[in-house]
């Protein structure tokens, strides 16, 4: 479970230039939710994520994980608990290490490092056969460097690195919006299975209406640092991307006229 009670973010605080990224937000996701974010661009919804995972310290509230008040803890000393996924392939994965390697790094992630070797029998073992439910050949070329593989393929391999520790919560920032359709669709089916076969408590920013509407059990769509809509599974089911649209002008007073978003 996620909990976040008053959180505030401001830039540029006592300046001409500041802006609050996030304002004043409660939100609270039950274990195993998959929450999809929609928003227009500076919403606030890539700050809510970096604040969760302490990339971003907030200046006001509390987040707790699972009932822990992490709220003041570093970013190194969440990352045992907490998988995210960034839309550019390469920032989630280390091009110049071979997948094994990359596996090997993110199932220590957070883990006291001791003198042995982080790639084992045993562990390769294991990413093989975590690799074979993807089907896409990647248990078969673990010595491979990453850096050779396809957007879509990495963006499958950064799924599996950050879910392989059973992380309390995973985040996922926009991770299909640099992948062509077809490959946006494979990880996308991906997702989703890793998300229910694990429990997975899942908060999915995408910059993608239909893409909101169709996964996850829950969905949120944020403006100017609020929460402005929350739509249950049952409600959501039942909408289309105008509906989505309309609620959006209702409740915020004002057009969405994020191109990215409507043009998706």
């Known amino acids: 479970m996620i909990e976040l009670q008053q959180i505030t973010k401001l830039f540029f605080a006592g300046t ?4 609050k990224a996030i304002d004043n937000i409660n939100f609270k996701a039950k274990r195993g939710h998959f929450v999809t974010i929609i928003g227009s661009n500076g919403a606030g919804k890539s700050t809510l994520l970096k604040a969760i995972t302490g990339v971003v310290p907030v200046d006001s509230g509390s987040i707790k994980l699972e009932g822990t008040d992490v709220t003041n803890l570093p970013e190194h000393k969440r990352a045992r608990e907490i ?11 280390a091009g110049e290490m071979t997948i094994e390697e990359n596996l090997a790094m993110a199932y ?3 883990q006291k490092r001791g003198l042995s070797c982080a790639v084992n029998r045993k ?15 990647l248990e078969n070329r673990l010595e491979v460097p990453v850096g050779t593989l396809s957007g879509g393929q990495r963006q499958a391999l950064a799924l599996v690195m950050a879910t392989i520790a059973r992380p309390k919560l995973l985040l996922l920032d926009e991770h299909t919006a640099a992948l062509d359709p077809k490959a946006a669709g494979l990880v996308m089916s991906i997702t989703r299975r890793l998300v229910e076969s694990h429990g997975l408590t899942t908060l999915m920013i995408t910059h993608n209406m239909e ?5 996850g059990n829950r969905l949120i769509m944020m403006h100017r640092g609020k929460i402005i809509l929350d739509i249950s599974e049952e409600e959501k089911k039942k909408l289309s991307v105008p509906d989505l649209i309309a609620k959006f002008t209702a409740s915020s007073g004002s057009a969405f006229n994020d191109d990215r978003v409507l043009l998706a």
Do not use: H
């Open 16 to 19: 001409p230039n500041e802006v």
């Open 83 to 93: 998988g995210r996924i960034d839309q550019d392939p390469m920032a989630s994965t």
């Open 123 to 137: 562990r390769t073992e294991r990413f093989a056969e975590v690799l074979k439910d993807l089907g896409l050949g």
């Open 108 to 110: 220590l992630r957070g």
């Open 211 to 215: 893409q909101a509407l169709k996964y």
